[in-house]
């Protein structure tokens, strides 16, 4: 089992949200909405694009 993300998936997928692209994370296993303050999971390799399942961006997590 691995961990990693495609980079291709990664050059398309964009918030649902704010329809941005998304910051990857490989240390958290998250990709991160900047502008929608949101941090969504990687499991298993696969990104869960539910901004239900997102995580809250603390104030100093979000680049500028």
Do not use: F
Request: hydrophobic share 40%; proline share 8%.
């Amino acid at each position: 089992m691995t961990n990693s993300v495609d980079p291709r998936l990664l050059e398309v997928l964009v918030c649902p949200l704010k329809k941005v692209p998304l910051r990857y994370d490989r240390e958290k296993q998250e990709l991160i909405s900047d502008q929608a303050g949101l941090a969504y999971p990687i499991r298993n390799g696969i990104p869960i694009m539910l901004v239900e399942e997102a995580r809250h961006l603390e104030d100093c997590e979000i680049k500028k």
